[in-house]
């Protein structure tokens, strides 16, 4: 069975604290994109990622920084908390191989509240 | 920049009703998709239709895409409450066709 996890569904920081939230997919995803989500805008790409070591930012990429060392793992980091950063963050990840479609896979969203 | 978007914003039905989605997407696509997301979870796809398909079944779901009209809609025949959700419509983004896209979503409540 297919799986994207998210390391936390709940997390609680301070403003300016280093956060990161880890994403792990064990389908062998060339793919992996974090998207937040907000009451009324829907998802917003924050980062993607094509390949290992590979990043390319989304649509709202301000405040946030991403890591990919490993295939498997996408790393989102906001380097100075804010509380406009309060949402809820969603992994997700999905293979272009010639077999494939694009479909996406999710985890199960960490909700981030920052005070 | 968000591609596609749903319509209505919010759909109240009863149980065995059936409910239309539609989504409204602005340049054109390689394929559209479906997902289905419960409340405070992650998004679970439903189905994807192709540029060059107008219509595909899945057990109670039935999409169609118009490329010209730039639409598609989902309908779920005999709704029930297990199907009360958001569904968002993701099209391809002008970034690369493997980026989903998202709309803000329709919110369906079916009522027991």
């Known amino acids: 069975d297919v799986k994207v996890t998210q390391s936390s569904r709940y997390l609680v920081k301070r403003t300016g604290e280093k956060v990161f939230l880890e994403c792990v997919q064990d389908?062998?995803?060339?793919?992996m994109f974090w998207y937040r989500q907000d009451p009324g805008l829907g998802l917003r790409l924050i980062y993607f990622s094509y390949d290992v070591k590979m990043k390319e930012k989304g649509d709202i990429p301000e405040g946030y920084s991403v890591s990919r060392e490993k295939k498997e793992r996408f790393s989102l980091i906001l380097e100075s908390a804010s509380t406009n950063q309060t949402s809820m963050y969603l992994c997700a990840s999905s293979s272009t191989r010639r077999t494939a479609n694009t479909e996406a896979f999710f985890g199960q969203g960490t909700r981030l509240t920052v005070v | 920049s968000q591609q596609g978007e749903e319509d209505p914003q919010a759909l109240s039905i009863q149980e065995g009703e059936n409910a239309t989605m539609n989504c409204s997407y602005k340049t054109s696509i390689n394929n559209l998709q479906w997902y289905r997301q419960n409340s405070g979870r992650g998004l679970v796809h439903l189905i994807l239709?192709?540029?060059?398909?107008r219509e595909k079944h899945s057990g109670r779901l039935r999409v169609t895409l118009d490329t010209s009209k730039k639409s598609s809609s989902l309908l779920i025949t005999a709704s029930r409450a297990a199907d009360t959700a958001s569904y968002f419509c993701?099209?391809?983004?002008?970034?690369?066709?493997?980026?989903?896209?998202f709309g803000r979503g329709t919110s369906l409540i079916v009522h027991p």
């Open positions: 239709i192709r540029s060059n398909e």
């Open positions: 993701a099209t391809d983004s002008p970034r690369g066709s493997y980026i989903p896209t």
């Open positions: 389908m062998d995803h060339e793919n």
